[in-house]
């Protein structure tokens, strides 16, 4: 598995990147992993999204191309879920990842976590895009922007080609 990673701070713009790259690769299905952790349900399960849209803050499974890509667009941190974890689960519930797009923090603070280190095992990284917060109310309209969303739609594609 090839992946590429999106390394911000908090507010940075992972979310709003990971979720236009997904839009632009024009998936052909879309679930959402679910995970439940509690007394009453423990397990997992994936459920469909209609919609490129609704991609926001969690982990999905996208198919283009006849492709996986798993997409962790709330971090890791973020979600309280290591990389490993969210990895092995679409192992058992057999769905074989062909490429990963992740969002990543700049610092991972919570122990036991290091999504870095973690993914080697699964596979090589092919760009760690480090953003920042474009600082304009139409931001996607600057060519900071343009050139950002661009690039890594581009290696996506590339990748799964």
């Known amino acids: ?3 590429i ?6 507010d940075a713009g992972k979310s709003t990147t990971i979720s236009n790259v997904c839009e632009r690769l024009k998936p052909t299905k879309i ?3 679910i995970i439940y952790e509690n007394s009453i349900h423990s397990g ?4 469909d999204v209609d919609q490129v849209d609704e991609i926001f803050n969690g982990t999905y499974i996208l198919e283009v191309n006849g492709k996986v890509i798993l997409i962790v667009v709330g971090s890791p941190t ?4 290591s990389i490993t974890i969210l990895i092995e689960i679409t192992i058992k519930i057999k769905i074989r990842i ?4 992740i969002a990543v923090r700049t610092s991972e603070r919570l122990e036991g976590f290091n999504t870095w280190d973690e993914l080697k095992k699964y596979g090589s990284l092919i760009l760690d895009e480090w953003i920042e917060k474009i600082k304009d109310e139409k931001f996607n309209e600057t060519d900071l922007w343009k050139s950002r969303i661009e690039k890594i739609t581009s290696l996506v594609n590339s990748s799964i080609l």
């Not at 990673?5 to 908090?10: P, Q, T």
């Not at 062909?98 to 797009?101: N, Q, R």
Request: hydrophobic fraction near 35%; glycine fraction near 4%; aromatic fraction near 12%.
């Open 1 to 3: 598995m090839k992946y």
């Open 5 to 10: 990673l999106i390394v911000g701070k908090k």
């Open 44 to 47: 997992y399960r994936c459920e």
């Open 31 to 33: 679930q959402r992993l």
């Open 98 to 101: 062909d490429f990963a797009l």
């Open 78 to 81: 973020e979600q309280k879920r």
